[in-house]
């Protein structure tokens, strides 16, 4: 168990600058004020693979993960999974918190459950510029908005990867999959079938589709429900759709639709 009321705390390693993790594992619990995970807390520029983490992780701030709480400047994650429940406020991940600037994450995996406020997704809270390829997670998540079942918030690109969890919000942009696939996000051969619930923005793969982003070759089968813009595949689509489909109920009062809100 590894308690601190200070940041950069992690289950094996608090930060690591440009180096590599190998086989590498770590199963207590971990707690602190902000950048924590499971195994790393802040990961700059460090190759991590074919390791794992098993412990809860618990912040009092922002930006933990499952397995890395802070990931950035071409770190590639690749062969790895997280099993920890991940709860805090915002920018939560089962895998990894924040993930950003080209670090790619490949072949790997998150099955507990992340609870929160906003940012939060149930492999990565936030992905920004860096893809995730062939991975999944199935842990619920739940919280106040921008949640999805693999990712909150991305606008990289997001090959191959799947959501099993349910994903329920008190409020707005909320997605089986992404809740705000943002500029710049492309996300193909990609699925979700958990439940999905909240306000506004709401859809069974993505609560919103912003301009200069992509669906392709993706589908949702999960039930999705709120109060408007609600849609069994897209809440808001603003960009390019196709060669996807949605199969879920989908309840609400406003801007309802079998396809997009």
């Known amino acids: 168990y ?17 180096g590599t993790v190998l086989n590498c594992s770590a199963a207590g619990n971990v707690s602190s004020s902000s950048y924590a995970g499971g195994l790393i807390g802040y ?19 922002s930006v933990a993960g499952g397995l890395i709480g802070f990931s950035f400047d071409g770190s590639a994650v690749s062969n790895t999974y997280a099993t920890g429940n991940v709860s805090g406020t ?26 929160g406020t906003s940012g939060m997704g149930g492999l990565i809270g936030q992905n920004i510029d860096s893809p995730l390829f062939n991975c999944s997670a199935s842990g619920d998540v739940s919280g106040t908005g921008t949640l999805g079942g693999l990712a909150g918030r991305n606008n990289g690109a997001v090959s191959n990867c799947s959501a099993t969890g349910n994903v329920s919000a008190t409020g707005d ?3 089986g999959l992404i809740g705000e696939n943002s500029f710049g996000g492309a996300v193909s051969n990609s699925s979700a079938v958990g439940a999905v619930s909240g306000s506004s923005y709401i859809g069974g793969l993505t609560g919103e589709n912003e301009e200069n982003s992509s669906i392709y070759g993706s589908h ?42």
Do not use: M, W
């Open 2 to 18: 590894v308690n601190s009321s200070s940041s950069q705390i992690g289950g094996l390693i608090g930060e690591s600058q440009t």
């Open 43 to 61: 990961n700059q520029n460090t190759s991590v693979s074919a390791s794992h983490a098993t412990g809860n992780v618990s912040i009092t701030g």
């Open 90 to 115: 915002g920018t939560l991940g089962g895998i990894i918190g924040s993930n950003e600037d080209n670090s790619p994450v490949t072949n790997c995996s998150a099955s507990g459950s992340v609870t």
């Open 173 to 175: 942009y909320v997605g």
């Open 220 to 261: 949702a089968t999960g039930n999705t429900s709120g109060s408007e813009i609600i849609g069994g595949l897209v809440g808001l689509n603003n960009a390019s759709t196709s060669d996807s489909y949605a199969t879920g109920k989908v309840t609400g009062n406003r801007h309802v639709g079998g396809f997009a809100g």
